[in-house]
């Protein structure tokens, strides 16, 4: 039986696309400088046995298998691979259990951001990881270890996963974790699927931890002439204790297009914007209105001794807009004809040094690069306009080394995925190369779950990852 | 050159302790139920290329190496291996950096909670990590993923190590992770490293997170007349949103003997202490006074409405003496002749199911069980009287059993050492035990860190841990 006709009788004829009636959604996912594959087959999977069943069959046959959630990711981890199937996980999204004695939910990966939101709303709980989209799913959240504004006080996707199940490369299901947050019983497998990009499980379920939701928000916004002294500001203010749910900071460029581009007034004097080379957006949230407003004013007053041109408290209207729009930056860039994008992470105090190295190395290639990020977590995001393919490769590679030259990682959220797998591979320590080799061997031996992700870009070989072979791991010394 | 004179030869004779010398300190952890060994030898590297030249040649020799920090832990995770040889910490103990900039600490793994402490405390700024017991290391809280009673709060070790360096089985030397909370850039080795007590690597610096240091607390005492009562009290008060950074329980027991063990009174009326089987002890902490004292007077009336006796807002004196006498509840339990003790983790909706299954098997072996733990999070700590080492055998598997029944897991933060490592492999699912050893082969390929821990308890055979073995991860299916 040929393995479109066993996929078929696993999931259904009506659940296999193949040749024509693959959808070219299902071919790529947001990266600008994406190139979309055909797969060879899409299957959209309905449970977890049929998600193990499906990959025990492509364990014997030796096939590629590509996981799918929203499709929304940025750095193409769900791009087919030439001869492999998408597993897609549209179907697969359902919220199986919202816990209010234990503040968790259980959802399927397929469920996206949004769906979830609307669904905790009436129980004053909330999921608090927003990576600024919400049509994204949980599975694709889980795969990339996804982070956004709100980081800087809840922490990223890694830190609100209790358990998974998921579907080693084996075909085998494990449950790993549970609706607790204390546990040191043998390894952590939860924390070390997180953000490996599918390469190691498929998962199917997970548990998520829920926070009260926050009746109340408020946004400081304040113009600075340097972005270093944006940067000095952070220190003090998560210091004061207040503890602010967002600390972004956007580049004069960057706002101008946000502000423009999704039709805002923020009323900023004309003398103000003439000498503002870059903005702080402070968001508070509490559960008491008159505390959130002594909160504003008392983070004014710190702001504006910290060196701020101003400092205005938007109304809460204004507020909601400038977050929305700095949430759907990637699209006014894209917009605006980027041809890709970095999101480098640095130590929060080193983001003036590397934006120095930014602007020298973009003034060097004759690029336009400019960006937004999160000044609390040191996490930048950039696009970059430079036509040329070599050049912007040569100015991506420099700007990640500048990064990791000052102790930072190649990408805050968004991922490694196929793009930037080549980077990795010539930038990290050929040590945890190895070691990460080896780990992905322990969890998919035959090599099928999302081969050329990570650190193994298509074209490489003899890697521990190349499809079909079964792998040991006997160490090199 | 013999084995011990390959020691001396990197770490010098003042370093190495063999046959007589070797302290009886060095022979076991604080486990109840521990077994002495004496090792082969003690070496006390003074850098990360002597800890590294130290399992290089651990390697070929094929020596098992038992990785030590201050000998504080509860499960037998640094009890040597007989022919083995002990790497203890105690020399490599420095805070090598305290970055204010960037809020976090760079520190060896020998250092102790206590030192880190008195160190931030100047600098306005906590380690928020509190298992109870202040001389305990942060190798040892990395190597067990340590919680403690602040984890309501702030999750637990796993969330405040941004990085790591650790030297693999390999003897290569690795660094993750670094001065930041957001990364996805493969697979996060910190993570992975963290709660494997000793098993995948030795750690040999760690960059801390840190959070500015509340300077006001306050402690509610609310006596109960069930434990079920407080389990229902926890999730309104959690969704409350005045965030406690401690929610513990004490049984009727506990209580009386923690408090004459500490020499205090709380001044509980009689009639109260007739009728309360068990107390809610609540700790809020703020930078401003006013608001926690709002926040208290509106908790204590919250519990009141939720089923309490009485709710007491303790004077700080008294409040801090209470926690204190808490921190200090296994040596309590110790000095009363305490046979063993169990740190089970539930779902924390789960703790009156889990305790009602408690009492059924103590009364069913008539055994003495009682214990206090951390409401907020599920996660129980009993100390068990039963002095038949059968029959208590068989009462620990029967309540890690129940905990397990109700979605828990064996340990919630002791973690499993060579203590419960019999219990895991018995009651852990053997696809995940599979896993966990091609992971531990995929770090350490000849077996030589700290065997005998986590899985693969003494006497086991065959495994993927055997000393000596290279051993490879070609799946089975």
Chains 1, 2 share one sequence.
């Not at 926070?211 to 944006?230: V, Y």
């Not at 702080?280 to 002594?294: G, P």
Request: with cysteine; proline share 6%.
């Amino acid at each position: 039986m040929g393995f479109e006709d066993q996929l078929t009788a696993i999931v259904g004829a009506a659940h296999v696309d193949v040749a024509d009636a693959i959808r070219d959604d299902d071919t790529h996912d947001e990266a600008l400088d994406g190139h979309p594959v055909r797969p060879r087959a899409v299957v959209r999977p309905g449970s977890t046995d049929e998600v193990a069943a499906i990959v025990r069959a492509a364990g014997v046959e030796g096939v590629p298998l590509t996981p799918r959630g929203s499709g929304t990711g940025l750095s193409g981890a769900c791009t087919p691979v030439a001869g492999g199937v998408v597993v897609s996980f549209e179907r697969m999204n359902r919220i199986l259990e919202i816990d209010t004695a234990n503040h968790v939910a259980v959802v399927e990966p397929g469920l996206t951001l949004a769906e979830l939101d609307a669904a905790l709303a009436p129980h004053h709980l909330i999921y608090p990881v927003f990576p600024g989209e919400q049509s994204a799913s949980l599975g694709g959240n889980v795969a990339t270890n996804a982070g956004g504004m709100r980081a800087v006080k809840y922490g990223v996707t890694r830190h609100h996963v209790l358990g998974i199940e998921a579907v080693l490369g084996t075909g085998e299901v494990i449950s790993a974790g549970g609706k607790f947050v204390k546990s040191t019983s043998g390894y952590d497998l939860t924390q070390m699927v997180i953000g490996s990009e599918g390469t190691l499980a498929l998962v199917t379920r997970a548990t998520l931890r829920l926070h009260p939701r926050p009746e109340f928000h408020t946004t400081l916004l304040a113009p600075f002439p340097t972005i270093g002294a944006i940067a000095s500001s952070v220190p003090p203010i998560v210091a004061s204790g207040i503890g602010p749910v967002m600390v972004e900071y956007i580049d004069l460029v960057s706002m101008a297009g946000i502000t423009a581009n999704a039709g805002i007034d923020l009323g900023i004097p004309d003398d103000i914007k003439d000498v503002a080379l870059a903005y702080l957006v402070i968001v508070l949230e509490s559960h008491d209105a008159t505390r959130l407003e002594e909160d504003a004013e008392a983070l004014a007053e710190q702001i504006a001794g910290l060196g701020a041109l101003d400092v205005y408290v938007l109304p809460d209207q204004a507020g909601a807009q400038l977050i929305s729009a700095r949430e759907r930056a990637f699209w006014a860039s894209k917009a605006n004809g980027a041809d890709d994008i970095v999101d480098v992470v640095v130590p929060r105090a080193s983001i003036p040094a590397f934006l120095d190295a930014v602007s020298e190395r973009a003034a060097a290639t004759s690029s336009l690069v400019i960006g937004c990020g999160h000044a609390g977590d040191g996490n930048v995001h950039l696009s970059v306009w430079q036509p040329d393919a070599d050049v912007r490769h040569t100015l991506l590679h420099d700007l990640m080394t500048s990064g990791l030259a000052l102790g930072g990682a190649i990408s805050g959220e968004h991922g490694i995925g196929t793009q930037k797998a080549g980077f990795l591979v010539e930038l990290e320590d050929p040590v945890k190369l190895d070691l990460m080799r080896r780990i992905k061997a322990a969890f998919d031996p035959y090599g099928i779950l999302n081969p050329g992700t990570i650190f193994d870009p298509a074209g490489s070989a003899g890697t521990a990852g190349s499809v079909g072979d079964p792998v040991t791991t006997a160490a090199h010394r």
